[in-house]
């Protein structure tokens, strides 16, 4: 039998408790899952790839099946067929959500047309965290812990400390 591997590709910036609970669930679906760690042209990282990493790999050390790699300035759907995983993880929080996920499904369709999207619906509590969000609220001064993995908390403490002096 093939070895079902799924990428979930994202900037990550930072890892929230919404991706961390969609790689759990991801984990149980699939034979190995891949955390690519990916430029998003659009956004101006607060992290680097390697801290990211870093971060996530603390994060999921407990998920044998789980791996994590920076892949930036890469297109998915060829990181996707370098790795061989036929499946992309996407979560998907609300309405907005599947509209881009459904379009960006589809430009990845064109890219590789056996590559198939799997979106996990977000858990009621934690469909309101983006990453985004969790940016402002630390940059300032505000609680994260409800919304991050307790290592993130801590690197966007010691990454935003200087900008509440």
Known sequence: MTERIALFPGSFDPFTKGHLDTVERASRLFDRVIIAVMTNAAKKPLFDGPTKVALI??????????????????????????????????????????????DIAALNQTQDAQLETVLLLAKQELSFISSSM???IAAFGGQVDQLVPPAVAVALQEKLKHGRD
């Open 57 to 102: 790999e603390t994060v999921i050390a407990d998920l044998d099946n789980v791996s994590v790699v920076a892949q930036p300035k890469t297109l998915t759907a060829n990181f996707a067929q370098a790795v061989g995983a036929r499946y992309l993880i996407r979560g998907i929080r609300n309405a907005n959500d599947f509209e881009y996920e459904r």
């Open 134 to 136: 969790v940016k402002e």
